[in-house]
């Protein structure tokens, strides 16, 4: 079946400019999860989704940063006023629930000039 | 909150060598720990991951070890070929929600 999809996968912007990043998780899967990954670098935990539970925003960098999901399908990451440092891949993971193993989408690069 | 610490954050050996990455966490309460491999431009996938009530699970020539004690758990690859070559990232949960990486292993099987 399909696995995680992300979009776009590449987004170059200015500084100071909105982006928005789009997560389509592999159907069926309650729990979404957005990851950042810095050139050479981890992956940095952002926000996690579970169902019709509050998310876990602990990870956000600063208010800049939001996200939504639609029920348990679709998720976006929304990134205001753009920085430079926020540039890197952007990296969304579904699984069946909390408990299960965690599927990674190709990544979105978001590149802030 | 967890930190995980990961070494080295390099490594080269030669084709059919053994390799191990080593990892430490800070939050006694994790007791999820999932290994990824990532190659270049690719996502990261899951190779094999261990839960806090085994010491060791080994899958071909794949194993990982916990020692909850000591707060450390390790990645052994025996018989290394060259497709092994890739970053390596572990990771801890507890409860198995968001997970905490490691900054990860570049290995590099040489021919």
């Known amino acids: 079946g399909a696995g995680v999809s992300q979009s776009p996968s590449n987004k170059v912007t200015e500084k100071g400019k909105d982006v928005e990043l789009r997560c389509d998780p592999i159907s069926g899967h309650t729990a979404l999860y957005w990851y950042r990954q810095s050139l050479g670098q981890g992956l940095e935990f952002l926000i996690y989704?579970?169902?019709?539970?509050?998310?876990?925003k602990s990870g956000l960098p600063s208010d800049r940063f939001s996200a939504e999901r639609t029920g348990e399908s679709v998720s976006t990451l929304t990134i205001q006023r753009t920085q430079q440092e926020d540039s890197a891949v952007y990296l969304c993971?579904?699984?069946?629930?909390?408990?299960?193993?965690?599927?990674f989408g190709p990544g979105t690069r978001l590149t802030v000039l | 909150g967890e930190n995980v610490e990961q070494h080295p954050s390099t490594l080269s050996v030669q084709e059919g060598d053994s390799a191990v990455i080593k990892c430490t966490y800070s939050?006694?309460?994790?007791?999820?720990f999932p290994w990824y491999k990532q190659e270049l431009g690719k996502r990261p996938q899951l190779i094999i991951d261990i839960r806090s009530n085994v010491g060791e699970k080994k899958d071909q020539r794949i194993a990982v070890t916990l020692n909850k004690t000591a707060k450390h758990f390790s990645l052994h690859i025996t018989e290394t070929q060259p497709e092994d070559s890739a970053v390596y990232f572990c990771a801890a949960s507890i409860n198995t929600g968001k997970l905490i990486f490691g900054q990860g292993t570049t290995l590099q099987v040489k021919p």
């Open positions: 939050d006694s309460a994790s007791n999820y």
């Open positions: 989704f579970q169902g019709n539970s509050a998310p876990d």
């Open positions: 993971a579904s699984s069946w629930d909390r408990g299960s193993e965690q599927f």
